[in-house]
């Protein structure tokens, strides 16, 4: 899966001359929590609600609401973006792109093709990918096993289930206790939880759990 397949677009940009408090007002109005700032068709920042907020005057201030007002016109979105933005491409791997997000503690990446901002993959778009690897919204038993790491285990188990009815929803792999096992976690249905447990339990060093 790529993020040209699971990004935004047409993306909502803001102009760094804007006021924070009309950059506010467009992001709750869009339901958005970050936005790409564009100048001259060119990406220049990236600015988020928590940017617009923490510009903010504290709500303890003595300034009345007109000063608050009028400090508030001034400040404009280049002065709180951030200027030096991480981007991936359409063809960077879903993965690839969750990864520099979570090493780099942001929540969202602008999409460039060449020099041209084309999308925006965010948080959102990867916790959504979770729900369908995981088949979350999926009726079927949800088993959560400890596999050897050895060729040919997750064969064997996929055919004894198969051979038993049972048809797999989601699939999950996943780092397990140590070196020598995997944490695999998928859902089947076409199989009672009873059925999955008497399968499993010669196969597999550990069974997890199992919950409809």
Do not use: C
């Amino acid at each position: 899966m790529l993020v040209g397949e699971r990004m935004k677009f047409p993306v909502i940009t803001v102009h760094p001359d804007m006021p924070i408090h009309d950059a506010l007002k467009l992001m709750r109005s869009e339901h958005i929590r970050r936005t790409p700032v564009v100048k001259k068709g060119k990406l220049v920042g990236i600015v988020s609600e928590k940017d617009l907020l923490n510009a903010s005057p504290s709500p303890a201030t003595t300034l009345s609401i007109w000063e608050l007002n009028y400090l508030l016109s001034k400040i404009t979105v280049e002065e709180v973006m951030t200027k030096k933005v991480l981007t991936v491409t359409e063809d960077t791997p879903i993965e690839e792109a969750a990864r520099i997000m979570a090493d780099n503690k942001v929540g969202g990446l602008p999409v460039m093709r060449d020099d041209k901002l084309v999308g925006i993959i965010t948080e959102t778009d990867l916790f959504k990918i979770l729900l369908e690897m995981m088949g979350a919204r999926e009726p079927g038993v949800r088993v959560t096993i400890l596999v050897r790491d050895e060729p040919g285990q997750l064969a064997t188990i996929s055919k004894a289930i198969f051979n038993a009815g049972g048809n797999f929803v989601a699939f999950g792999i996943f780092a397990g206790t140590d070196a020598t096992n995997r944490m695999v976690t998928f859902k089947a249905d076409g199989i009672s939880a009873e059925q999955l447990r008497e399968i499993l339990t010669p196969l597999v060093p550990a069974i997890l759990d199992i919950r409809m």
